[in-house]
């Protein structure tokens, strides 16, 4: 069965710090990747994908993710993260060779940025 | 562009009664939504994919006559929780599923708080 796999369950950090957060995930086939975010009290939003091309994608407000598809992982990253980027943060992967298109979350790690 | 909309956010009911949540597209046709569930500090666990003219596909583990699910359009899904019982308060979201470029993109609404008293 497919599975994704997010190592840091709470991260803490301090303004401008660099942030990476790890995903893995367990599928040989063919998958797109996600990366979504939920800010305190809001429903969740697509930060970044990737389903081919070019495996480092640029998303939103400063973040990115590199596809290893050697390593099975799409970990996120930000060079210098703010107060603003307090969430929590879900990695997600759709296998394309399912039938369906539903996605398969990871269990999301909790970011807190420190002013 | 691609917004989904929940209704009610909020809702509490007394146990034994039934509650329905509304799933709507607002400017996208979605063949297929999602429905998950959400634990405090937890992440989403999907309940079941809702087809539209067709029968949902539920989870291992989700119990399909007590979660109802209906979708009727290309934009609305509903979902029903048959003689809700306090063990069913949680966060229901659900997803619409766009075809964009390489691939399909999951949008999300903002949920359905249910307290079962």
């Known amino acids: 069965a497919q599975s994704v796999s997010q190592h840091n369950h709470h991260v803490i950090l301090s303004e401008a710090a660099s942030l990476e957060l790890g995903c893995n995930y367990s599928?040989?086939?063919?998958?797109?990747l996600f990366w979504y975010v939920q800010y305190p009290g809001q429903h969740l939003q697509l930060l970044l994908k990737y389903f081919s091309g070019d495996p480092l994608v640029k998303g939103i407000k400063g973040f990115e993710a590199e596809f290893i598809k050697s390593k099975f992982s799409f970990n996120l990253r930000k060079p210098s993260v703010q107060w603003s980027d307090t969430a929590e943060y879900f990695c997600a992967v759709h296998s394309r060779s399912g039938a369906t298109n539903k996605l398969i979350f990871g269990t999301g790690t909790l970011l807190a940025v420190q002013p | 562009g691609a917004v989904v909309s929940q209704h009610p956010s909020w809702v509490i009911c007394k146990s034994g009664t039934s509650v329905k949540i509304e799933c709507r597209s607002l400017d996208f046709q979605a063949t297929t939504m999602f429905w998950y569930r959400q634990f405090p500090k937890q992440s989403l666990m999907l309940m079941a994919t809702s087809n539209e003219g067709s029968k949902a596909t539920y989870e291992q583990g989700v119990e399909k006559d007590k979660f109802l699910i209906n979708h009727a359009s290309l934009t609305l899904s509903t979902l029903t929780v048959t003689s809700a019982h306090p063990e069913d308060s949680s966060f229901y979201i659900c997803?619409?599923?766009?075809?964009?470029?390489?691939?399909?993109?999951?949008?999300f609404g903002p949920g359905t708080r249910l307290t079962v008293t």
């Open positions: 997803s619409a599923s766009l075809r964009t470029g390489g691939g399909y993109e999951q949008y």
């Open positions: 599928y040989g086939g063919t998958v797109n």
